[in-house]
């Protein structure tokens, strides 16, 4: 099974955007989603954003309704993740995983429940 890898973090002033990239094998991805996830110094993995490959149907964290926007491109076989108004306290290693679109496109992906394994991840850092 392929790894998926995530590109675009940078250091960024708060208010920027950044947009990330996870690169995924051509699977046959009927009922998977690719997931976003976040992991800050001293705090646990959680959950960004998510995406279907079956309904296009999407899932944001509260904290980053509004301002950031998955997308995919199946051409490319790459999700994005569009990162606006940027706070610090945004900053993070952002990974990007495939998980079941069911349950986790309505309820938001767990850390616990991805398929295959962790990338390297993308460094973001919000800072003036």
């Known amino acids: 099974q392929g790894q998926l890898v995530e590109s675009g973090g940078d250091l960024v002033q708060p208010g920027g955007s950044l947009r990330l990239s996870c690169e995924h094998p051509?699977?046959?991805?009927?009922?998977?989603?690719i997931a976003w996830f976040r992991q800050a110094p001293g705090k646990e993995r959680e959950g960004v954003s998510c995406?279907?490959?079956?309904?296009?149907?999407?899932w944001y964290a509260e904290s980053v309704k509004g301002r950031f926007a998955i997308s995919r491109d199946n051409s490319k076989n790459t999700v994005f993740l569009q990162m606006n108004d940027l706070k610090p306290e945004d900053t993070a290693v952002y990974y990007c995983?495939?998980?079941?679109?069911?349950?986790?496109?309505?309820?938001?992906?767990?850390?616990?429940?991805?398929?295959?394994?962790w990338g390297q991840g993308t460094q973001v850092t919000v800072s003036s």
């Open positions: 995406i279907s490959f079956r309904t296009d149907g999407t």
């Open positions: 995983a495939a998980v079941l679109d069911e349950p986790y496109v309505n309820k938001g992906p767990d850390p616990k429940h991805i398929f295959g394994s």
């Open positions: 051509d699977w046959a991805l009927d009922f998977y989603a």
